[in-house]
């Protein structure tokens, strides 16, 4: 048999003591009055005349609240709100995207329009038997072209919610990875959850080419990544009720799901469809034959193929034709020529001198580019071939020991960035080998 501990009347008396003090102060603590629960047992302990309740219990309160009463509520309508805002017109809307982007006029029109119809159906009810449908857009260009940089300048404009995502995430539902109704909960994260704004909101789905189909060929595993994506995609681009799990999709599975309509949101894709003037290629050369065709195949601007893609090379690509069928005007962005590159680094509001010569002005420093400097950049963009994104990294590499040494030289006043420092950097980051082929 076990033995039993035993205590001396001493200690015994000290534990009834500790005992009764607790006991004691416990007796005048405040409780809830619905989950009789201490005051030091919750966080937060709201006093009332006759009653008291806990964090806890509110909270509860207010869901339950929500599912009795909250799906009885009137939505509310934005238009009032909108029309308290300007409405951009389309010159309008490409005056603004002409400081931060350059060229891609014909992308820019695109946008400009398809932007402003979206605020004419949201503001003009339908009052008779036509109802204008909305007109989702694919943009398709090279990296580098400013895809992103188009929507993120137009994020800065709207007066509707705006949300950004990226298509690489999504998976098939029931597969590692996010659903595609985590679209919607990104724009309502957007406009602070108000379920009637973003009704009316606007989304741009970024490097949709990432989910095109791996191949036509059958295969004993699903593709969840590509073609799975995409037939998921296709009731919410077209418009429908989505049950949307607000705070995300698997991180909280007990969250109450919130119920968005998509018939009004424009959806706006982009992608870089890496190969696909291949397929123009391929395409625009077999379209007839003999004397005909070979005068057609000359005329053809070989540098720029992407401005005959139509919906047709998307589908060749890998894109499913439901998807294309939601995704109605197909525009495309031009390859950064040298004069555009050039004006990349000097002109827009955010170009890129005039963020270094900022960072060098919060030291004190005034930084001087000369020309032959900027050409020179330029021209080792080019060999690149990553568009814009080449020129920040090339600046990168020019002014790293700059940044590096100026900031610990108190008497140092100014800085010129001269064509041989360049050179001379570029040389030592050993730029030749990671040039593309």
Known sequence: MPMRQYYSPLTSFFVFLQTNILLMSRQG???????????????????????????????????LLQETVG?????????????????????????????????????KKVMSVAIYNHYKRLMHPTADDVEIEKSNIIMVGETGTGKTLL??????????????????????????????????????????????????GIVYIDEIDKIGRKGDNPSITRDVSGEGVQ????????????????????????????????????????????????????????????????????????????????????RTFGLIPELLGRLPIVTYLNPLDRDALKKILTEPKNALIKQYKKLFEYEGIELTVEEDALDYMVDKAIEF?????????????????????????????????????????????????????
């Open 29 to 63: 603590e405040k409780r809830c009055s619905f989950c009789d629960r201490l005051e030091s047992e919750v966080n937060i302990l709201f006093t009332g005349i006759k009653g008291n309740i806990c964090d806890a219990c509110t909270e509860n309160a207010h869901h």
């Open 71 to 107: 799906d009885g509520k009137p939505a509310k309508d934005n238009r009032d709100t909108l029309k308290k805002h300007k409405i951009y017109k389309p010159k309008e809307i490409k005056d603004f995207l002409d400081q931060y982007v350059i060229g891609q006029d014909s992308a």
């Open 151 to 200: 929507a993120k300048s137009i994020a800065r404009l709207l007066q509707v919610p705006f949300a950004i995502v990226d298509a690489t995430v999504f998976t098939e539902a029931g597969y590692v990875g996010e659903d595609v109704e985590s679209i919607l909960a990104r724009l309502l994260q957007s406009c602070n959850y108000d379920i009637a704004a973003a009704e009316q």
């Open 231 to 314: 037939q998921a995609m296709l009731k919410l681009l077209e418009g429908t009720e989505v049950l949307v799990p607000p705070q995300g999709g698997r991180k909280h599975p007990e969250q109450k799901l919130v119920k968005v309509n998509t018939q009004n949101i424009l959806f706006i894709c982009g992608g870089a469809f890496e190969g696909v003037d291949k397929m123009i290629a391929r395409r625009v050369q077999t379209s007839s034959i003999g004397y005909n065709a070979i005068k057609a195949t000359k005329e053809l601007d070989r540098s720029n193929l992407l401005q005959y893609v139509n919906a047709q090379d998307l």
């Open 385 to 437: 071939k990553l568009g814009g994104r080449g020129l920040r990294a090339i600046c990168e590499m020019i002014l790293t020991d700059a940044m590096f040494d100026l900031p610990s030289e108190t008497n140092k006043q100014n800085f010129v960035l001269t064509l041989d420092y360049a050179r001379q950097m570029l040389e030592h980051s050993k730029l030749d080998q990671l040039k593309a082929a």
